[in-house]
């Protein structure tokens, strides 16, 4: 079985450029997430989709995030502009809807803004 | 917000030897899960716990929940080298939500 697989595995812009990161989630797999993971902390959850629908956003910031996935299977986040505090890795998981919400994480995205 | 605290941030032991890791949580959960992450890798899951159990094992692994105190701990026995990673706790607030993770354990199993 394939895991989650995400692209690239490193960026370096600079403050105020864009980004995207991909992300495809293990086939079948019907909720995706995105994390971000600052250096020396624990995964943050920036959103949430059941599908192609968003289940949980609340710490998405709106004014420079955002993510969609379309066809309810790969996933793309977005950041536009970048800002400094905007260095971190960034995560997919995806996990069988339902159940006991067991995540099985890609290798990440390791972003650093300059 | 985090969620989980977990002690210690860090610890250093000969291969062997046991570790523990200690969580703690605020909320009342649905379940609380252990996961590792090597370096620059992603996140595994290792284990589950539910709400109503009180211990688990796995291979080496033995996870304990305490909801009067919303804490948990993980032990892993016979500790090796390839241990060597950050270890965090997550909640499952609610079936099918969020986890909510802790800011981790680096565990480091010298030879």
């Known amino acids: 079985e394939a895991g989650v697989a995400q692209s690239p595995r490193y960026k370096i812009i600079e403050k105020r450029q864009s980004v995207a990161f991909w992300c495809n989630p293990i086939?079948?797999?019907?909720?995706l997430y995105w994390y971000q993971q600052i250096l020396g902390q624990g995964p943050k959850l920036l959103i949430q989709f059941q599908n192609n629908g968003v289940v949980d956003d609340s710490q998405l910031p709106k004014d420079r995030f955002s993510a969609e996935r379309l066809k309810g299977v790969d996933s793309t986040l977005k950041i536009q502009p970048a800002k400094l505090e905007d260095s971190a890795v960034y995560l997919c998981?995806?996990?069988?809807?339902?159940?006991?919400?067991?995540?099985?994480f890609g290798a990440g995205t390791r972003l650093s803004v300059l | 917000s985090q969620q989980g605290e977990e002690d210690p941030q860090a610890l250093s032991i000969q291969e062997g030897e046991n570790a523990t890791m200690n969580c703690s949580y605020k909320t009342s959960i649905n379940n609380l899960q252990w996961y590792r992450q090597n370096s620059g890798r992603g996140l595994v899951h290792l284990i589950l716990?539910?709400?109503?159990?009180r211990e688990k094992h796995s291979g080496r692994l033995r996870v304990t929940l305490d909801t009067s105190k919303k804490s948990s701990s993980l032990l892993i026995t016979a500790s090796r080298a390839a241990d060597t990673a950050s270890y965090f706790c997550?909640?499952?607030?609610?079936?099918?939500?969020?986890?909510?993770f802790g800011q981790g354990t680096e565990l480091s199993v010298k030879p």
């Open positions: 086939s079948g797999h019907a909720t």
């Open positions: 998981a995806s996990s069988l809807a339902g159940g006991r919400n067991i995540q099985y």
């Open positions: 716990i539910r709400s109503n159990e």
């Open positions: 997550a909640t499952d607030v609610r079936q099918g939500g969020k986890l909510i």
